[in-house]
């Protein structure tokens, strides 16, 4: 069972959580003086609109039309109810998700890429670059700017760009400009904090360009929050009062904070993130002040981390190989409002492959972390033998992570 | 701009086009009596349903609730204006197209697939054989299989089994059991044909199995033709009375037929198949029978054909690599009801490329060559200046191709 939305149903302003977490959320600190930054020090990287966004206490954000046009070409997305894996698992639960997967580049990164494209070329910007490392939000940023006639610039880890061409090739069709990186050693395969440097420094080095990002900050996961947002008019159609627990899986913090945040103020609602055991950054950091990047180049965020120089191992689920959060995600789990969860990476290629097996679509690893914890939801319900709404964000597919399902098929997989 | 129809809006029945080419199709003919074949010589490879949709001369034949209910997972498919084309060509045409690369498998074949699986299951069958080449048709059919518990044994032609090991990923996601062929020659790269006869000879061995084919049979295209019965309903609701050219691109001819045959008997409606110059059947074929595959194990068709041991280049649309094309579709160009034009490759790309940079998603090869058509009646319309409704059928989506894009991008690419 599906429920769509007309294109005029996609919601017209995004849900600003900050108001709710009025004395909860301290501010960024600059990297030299740890002095909280200001709007002159984020300038030279991002447009005027993002950093009023990003501190804003407005209750809701006005979606510009050029943006609405755009994100209408794929959204509303569908809420579907999981029924075969429901039968599956003989569960009483009912199993509903937002299927992110439809957009162009299969994820829910273009919600903010496009937005974030939109205010650049507003504010006379020319050109974007931005780091990435499997490739979903550098390809979110090609996609997003080829709309808007912006050139872009994409740092791609070494490793990745050699091992993963696919996703360097969907850029590439988009227009975008992609190398490897980092760029000033050929021999070295790179990592996601080198690629940020590159990046940032390109864009500071140049007067037509800015720097863009895909997750972490508070405007990423603002832009992120039409899923949630549609969702309850979906489960609404569909005849249900409010999820007894929304779940998602949490790398910077994007999917999670888009399908969660619209559901902070409702009671009775749960809010899970999952994330995966060899990166635990909410079931196993330290929540302090710490660097966005493994350089050091970003303002000090409040936020669990592992710390910036800590090397997460390299697991398929490279969306949640980031050694902090978002601090929006992470005031929620201090607050104690989000439960974490966290999953090792043969469990969660299990649920993806049974998910597969019954739903037919085969998920991103990222999002096999969700699904693992809802099996688990819905089994707990079982035994309880107690109803259960549970909503999931389905964040994106795994059409070109298929190496990763060939490894766990023929046993090649670690933990 | 979208029409999407809930899931109680998929059709019920399928469309017959034969009631309407009374007298224009010859029967198949046995390979060895060159007499016409009857229920019996098909039983061992085909169950009984199918065989009688083969001849069925009923205007429409009623879709089993199991069936819908597995269609409904993705069906209907929206119906989505281009507009953002349309402007990039300055196009007074209005162009529409229906979105088949949202099934699980990426493409139309699931629509026909998973009817297949059902009746074989209905009959008792436990497990069926099928060949692939480029994977589109396996994965499909290991979709559909896993939908009912039927085991799926495919024969991958060997290059492609080696060199896109994705698709075979794909398939054993899905629980199927795929292997290089031809089997008895380790060494050879494969064609079609010989996986073909490798398919063939499984299913006549064993009692338990059955043979299913993607394309080119009567019940083939009637299982597709949900496609066009959904697109007349969403064109209405889009406030059209009905298109002036429906387009698909042709290889055996099941997509072409999904979308165009429900429109055979409307007056005003021109019918439009794309192919390749590398293997134009249509346009540069000969009508005759025929057998399907290169050895000549199948019934003789009466069909467009450039010889059954015709060898077409390896270009990247593996799925419009056919020697001949579906009966139906011959005896509509035969009687010139519908019209067949051929593109070479790199201007498919070229208008697959134009496409992703405007529409922002990354169609099939195959795909392309349907868009390359739809531009061309568009720029005709604006040279001739007027409106034109274009309906076309957006087979499948790229992602699983995107190394010929790499290829056509850095110019690697022979026509």
Redesign the interface.
Known sequence: ??W?L??SELPTTWFNVLPHLAGQLEPPLHPATRQPVGPDDLAPLFPMALIAQEVSTEPSIEIPGEVLDVL???RPTPLIRAT?LENALGTPARIYYKDES?S?A?SHKPNTAVPQAYYNKAEGVKRLSTETGAGQWGSALC?AS??FGLECKVYMVRASFQQK??RR??M????GNVVPSPVDKPDHPGSLGAAISDAVRDAAGRADTHYSLGSVLNHVLLHQTVIGQEAKTQLALAGEDHPDVVIGCCGGGSNLGGISLPFVPDKGVRLLAVEPTSCPTLTGGRFEYDFGDTAGLTPLLPMYTLGHDFVPPSIHAGGLRYHGDAPVISALVRSGRMEAVAYPQSKTFEAA?MW??T????PAPETGHAIKAVIDEALAAKEEGKEKVILFNYSGHG??D??A??DF?HDRLPD
């Open positions: 069972m599906r769509n007309p294109p209408r070409l794929w075969r439809v162009p299969g996609l080829t709309f061409p696919y090739v969907l590439e069709t988009w227009g492959v597969a097996r739903q037919g679509t085969v059409l070109l298929l190496s399902y060939d098929l």
